[in-house]
């Protein structure tokens, strides 16, 4: 059942991506904000013993190589920083494209920029734009 549910997503969404791949990008940014936002309440509530079970929780080995999770920072909480770290980038990317012409505008985390000291869209975190890069930020 969950699976077929997925399923209508995904394609609902392809199709809806062929259609315009701006306003997809937009509501993927949004659902990944609503994703930081959880991590973010999540870890403060860890921080405030709400969540006395995954206190003294390690993080899962799977978790520990996908990450590369140093040693002595494999708790529950470094992995929520890691995650939201990662939920923060994805909506960064998904508004960078909601902001940009789709079929004019290069894809800004692989182009060659002029100064490389100037802030620019990057695939790390040096230099987060949580509402994405704007066009004229970067064309």
């Given at each position: 059942?969950v699976?077929?549910?997925?399923g209508?997503?995904?394609?609902a ?7 315009s791949p701006r306003?997809?990008?937009?509501f993927?940014?949004?659902l ?11 870890i403060?509530?860890?921080?405030a013993?709400r969540?006395?079970?995954w206190?003294k929780?390690?993080?899962?080995e ?8 140093p040693?002595g ?7 929520l ?7 923060s ?5 998904n508004?960078?494209?909601?902001n ?5 505008d ?6 060659e920029?002029?100064?490389?000291e100037?802030?620019h ?5 040096a230099h987060?734009?949580p509402t994405?890069w ?6």
């Amino acid at each position: 059942m969950v699976l077929g549910a997925q399923g209508v997503w995904c394609n609902a969404l392809f199709f809806a991506y062929l259609i315009s791949p701006r306003t997809v990008h937009r509501f993927v940014g949004y659902l990944e904000e609503e994703a930081v936002v959880t991590y973010t309440r999540q870890i403060k509530d860890l921080d405030a013993g709400r969540l006395p079970k995954w206190e003294k929780l390690q993080a899962p080995e799977i978790a520990v190589d996908y990450w590369n999770m140093p040693e002595g920072h494999r708790t529950m909480r470094d992995l929520l920083l890691y995650i939201r770290a990662d939920e923060s980038k994805h909506r960064e990317v998904n508004h960078t494209f909601g902001n940009l012409d789709q079929k004019e505008d290069p894809n800004p985390f692989v182009s060659e920029y002029r100064d490389p000291e100037t802030p620019h869209p990057t695939k790390g975190l040096a230099h987060p734009k949580p509402t994405g890069w704007e066009r004229h930020e970067i064309i």
